[in-house]
């Protein structure tokens, strides 16, 4: 502390304006401080809230609107960053004063009139336009993503900078109010519960509401024409949007399957009972609403945890089986992910890991396998069922890129080192350690160290071994049944 106080002094010879703090206001890093992505996220505060009162206009695809953060300096600041990909800056107000703001690649940079103290809240209004570019990368694209009759948003894991200014990184979460203006006859469908939708001079706004604290990728929004399905179930209030243009979509014309929409409704309608199954399990769900969003769109590759609501790709609707193993998977992530949160996206295994277990522990509960006869089945197929690279990916730091973060042994992996643990330490510990791990640290971030530690101390166990060899060592772990060999070529 001292050390740093006398850097500072020595650093600048000015007094501090305000006289409150040990040394002149310094910026705000540009990064939160996570290597994969170093100017993800901003350092100097911490946001409480945002508010982001929008119109998208399908026709034209511009997003214009106001986005009003919430926050609280976590030291004095003569200017801080908010993350923003492309769109037109208007304006910007700190506390209803006119800020100096410039625009440096991802970085929204703004200079408040008056510096800010530590521990000092401040609302910062950001009034912008234009159209969202979508994220394109290895995995297809993410971010704000265009459709035919308007747009949905997946924004893992960097992606809510394509729509609004945010501190984009998990580690600082939020509550956040979305209303959307959309043209009359559109729905417009976000996270936690609807609060009202009103229609004025042929704009319908609609009113969203998430009270418990998200990441910013974590936010959603979805506009179209959707058929929006308001219940209760289980003393928990239900919203799903689902494309009713999916009624009539047979993605395999070839075979005599189901439509897809027939499946959204079979799957979306087992939901209270998944979190129930979940809750057995896990713990009490952390939220307060749910409910399920699909867009009849080809340009979302992905199903993603979005908070109280999450968003599915179509194609995840051709099998009933594989419909409800997604859907279980991104309820657990509700816990795993949502709730419990990365500190660091290195530890990204804390999320897949655990939402895949979630599937392998809903496939018993259907009768169709158990994570044993999975486990057993993973560790038997061969390299080449595998993929050359499946055994070598370090799932404890697999790398920035989206191929690697969410790389199947990130997922696959991920779940048979919990399996791992689960043979090691027995079922009651095991399942106490999950359900401990989502109690102890909700709405917090979490980190491997942590999950180890706090592993070792509920089984009473010395672990170390099993990660090291599971998370961070490349190659198969000892111990493992043999590997089948390569099926012979076809004559
Ligand atoms: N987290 C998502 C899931 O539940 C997957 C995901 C998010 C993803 N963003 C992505 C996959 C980008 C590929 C590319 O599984
Ligand atoms: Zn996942």
Redesign the pocket.
């Known amino acids: 502390m001292a050390a740093a106080g006398v850097l500072v002094a020595m650093g600048t010879g000015t007094a501090v304006a305000d006289g409150g703090g040990g040394g002149d206001p310094q910026p705000g890093a540009p990064g939160i401080g996570d290597p994969y992505y170093p100017l993800d996220g901003n350092g100097g505060y911490d946001v409480d809230h945002y508010d982001l009162d929008l119109r998208y206009d399908p026709a034209t695809d511009v997003l214009a609107g106001t986005a009003t953060v919430s926050a609280h300096a976590t030291q004095d600041l003569s200017s801080f960053d908010l993350d923003l990909q492309g769109l037109e800056v208007r304006s910007v107000e700190v506390d209803g004063q006119e800020a100096v703001w410039s625009r440096q690649g991802q970085e929204l940079v703004i200079t408040p009139h008056r510096p800010l103290r530590e521990d000092q809240e401040f609302t910062v209004g950001v009034t912008y336009d234009g159209v969202p570019q979508t994220q394109e990368?290895a995995?297809?694209i993410?971010g704000f993503i265009h459709t035919d009759d308007g747009a949905v948003v997946?924004?893992?894991?960097h992606g809510a900078a394509t729509w609004f200014p945010a501190n984009d990184h998990p580690r600082d979460a939020a509550s956040v109010d979305v209303r959307v203006a959309v043209p009359e006859g559109l729905e417009g469908v976000s996270n936690g519960v609807l609060c009202g939708s009103w229609t004025h001079h042929g704009w319908t706004t609609w009113a969203w509401s998430a009270d418990e604290p998200m990441a910013p990728y974590l936010v959603t929004l979805a506009v179209g024409e959707f058929d929006l399905r308001a219940y209760e179930a289980e003393g928990l209030a239900f919203w799903d949007a689902v494309d009713p243009d999916l009624a009539t979509f047979d993605a395999d014309p070839e075979t005599e399957g189901p439509l897809v929409g027939e499946v959204v409704d079979h799957a979306l309608g087992r939901q209270a009972e998944i979190i129930g199954f979940l809750e057995e399990h896990f713990g009490p769900y952390p939220f307060s609403a749910a409910g399920g969003i699909v867009d009849d769109t080809p340009d979302l590759?992905?199903?993603?945890?979005t908070q109280t609501r999450?968003i599915y790709a179509p194609f995840f609707f051709v099998d009933p089986v594989f419909a409800e193993v997604?859907v279980t998977?991104?309820y657990a992530?509700q816990w795993y992910?949502d709730s419990v949160r990365l500190d660091l996206w290195r530890d990204i295994w804390l999320?897949?890991g655990f939402?895949t277990y979630a599937e392998w522990l809903w496939l018993e509960h259907e009768g169709l396998s158990t994570p044993q006869q999975e486990f057993d089945f993973l560790a038997t197929l061969s390299d080449e069922e595998l993929g050359p690279d499946f055994w070598q990916v370090t799932i404890g730091d697999p790398g920035p890129a989206?191929?690697q973060?969410?790389h199947p042994a990130v997922?696959q992996r991920g779940a048979m080192t919990l399996h791992a643990l689960r043979t090691e330490v027995g079922d009651d510990a095991f399942f106490t350690i999950l359900r401990g791990w989502a109690e102890s640290n909700a709405g917090e971030t979490v980190t491997t160290e942590e999950f180890v530690a706090f592993a070792e101390e509920v089984s009473g166990r010395e672990l170390d071994e099993l990660f090291t060899a599971w998370l961070y060592t490349a190659g198969r772990p000892a111990g493992l049944p043999e590997q089948a060999p390569a099926p012979a070529p076809a004559p």
């Open positions: 990368d995995l297809g993410s997946a924004g893992e894991p590759q992905f199903a993603l945890e999450p997604v998977h991104e992530h992910g999320n897949e939402a989206v191929d973060l969410f997922y």
